[in-house]
């Protein structure tokens, strides 16, 4: 992924920790999994960007003005773990908050989809979890 890209999408994820009861959450990186707090003692967010596709467009004509760039077609996973001792429900409220606060600070319009899984176990951490993966589409204009 080029670096404008990833910079917004790191700006993003920034505003979503910062909105509402998000701010008691703890994000991480996803990788490496060994980084995982064991035992969990908060909802954590370990953050996953990868790239799926490029495709390079352009935009114009004789008159106008020319634009070429690429578009970025991105699965960002959000993989919410829940404090030792909580509930499937909880869990699920958990998710549902950090949807939201992804649909709320998506000034961009990048999401195609938000897609939840079921629960989970993670048995090197010892924890449950349910994964948030947000589909993007990302723009990276150049003027030609």
Known sequence: MTTSIVNRIDEWITRVKHYGALEAYAFIPGYPAHKTPSPVTQYTVAVTESEEKVSRFFIGNRIGERSTGELHEI???LRVYAPEGT??????RASGLLMDALEQQDHENAID???????GYDTAARVEYRDVTARLSMAEEAVA
């Open 87 to 92: 509930s499937g429900s909880a869990l699920l």
């Open 75 to 77: 699965e960002l996973c």
């Open 113 to 119: 989809a938000l897609i939840l899984s079921g629960i």
